[in-house]
């Protein structure tokens, strides 16, 4: 069945530091790939999705590129700041209408001063 | 994208009562999803919700434990069933759309 696996957390880095979080996934087909943030006592939020192969998603200096050869989604960030301090989910649906969404595991993400 | 609207956001319920989570979405949708997500982990989806028929439930979650009722199709109800600490994790609900997958603000269930 279809999987992500992201890295474990929690990853602190310090403000304007480069961010990568990585994730590789497994599914059937041509899945859709997203990342979603959760701040802390908030609900989920779409980050950015890639629909396609070599597909650049990008959202509030976020990026994430679709690699098919290497089934990955790697979310980065040049510069970090404070307010993103969250967990990030990496996750995909399958091919084909309305999916359930499959989600890795989360890595929290926290940016000190 | 659909807005949705959770309620109760949280809630303290004692052992053995049960619980109804409703989300109202702002638009028609065909699919919502009821996802559930223990402390400190990633969210598992319990159930597929189709308006006018069964919901569609994973491995491990039966319709017993946690009925579904899908009247319509902006409006779904999750109750968390004869319920235990166990039971205690956040419980959203999700709809697909043309734009993406929208989630609920969660309801975040503490059982004591």
């Known amino acids: 069945g279809d999987s992500v696996t992201q890295m474990e957390g929690p990853v602190t880095l310090s403000e304007e530091a480069f961010l990568t979080i990585n994730c590789t996934y497994t599914?059937?087909?041509?899945?859709?790939l997203f990342w979603y943030v959760q701040y802390p006592g908030e609900g989920l939020q779409l980050l950015l999705k890639?629909?396609?192969?070599?597909d650049k998603g990008s959202n509030k200096g976020f990026e994430a590129t679709y690699r098919k050869e290497t089934t990955s989604f790697h979310l980065e960030k040049g510069s970090v700041q404070v307010s993103d301090s969250a967990v990030y989910f990496c996750?995909?649906?399958?091919?084909?209408?309305?999916?359930?969404?499959?989600f890795g595991t989360g890595t929290k993400l926290q940016v000190i001063p | 994208s659909a807005v949705i609207s959770q309620k109760p956001s949280r809630d303290i319920c004692q052992r053995g009562t049960s619980l109804t989570i409703q989300c109202q979405v702002d638009?028609?949708?065909?699919?919502m999803f009821w996802y559930r997500q223990q402390p400190g982990q990633s969210l598992t989806l319990i159930a597929t919700?189709?308006?006018?028929?069964?919901?569609?439930?994973e491995s491990g979650f039966v319709i017993d434990k946690f009925p579904i009722s899908r009247p319509n199709l902006t409006f779904s109800t999750l109750t968390v069933s004869n319920m235990s600490p166990e039971d205690s994790s956040i419980y959203l609900c999700?709809?697909?759309?043309?734009?993406?997958?929208?989630f609920g603000s969660g309801t975040r269930l503490t059982v004591v």
């Open positions: 999700s709809v697909g759309t043309e734009y993406g997958y929208t």
């Open positions: 599914a059937t087909g041509y899945p859709s």
């Open positions: 890639a629909t396609k192969a070599d």
């Open positions: 996750a995909l649906t399958s091919s084909g209408g309305y999916q359930k969404v499959t």
């Open positions: 638009s028609q949708v065909t699919m």
């Open positions: 919700a189709n308006q006018g028929s069964e919901a569609t439930y």
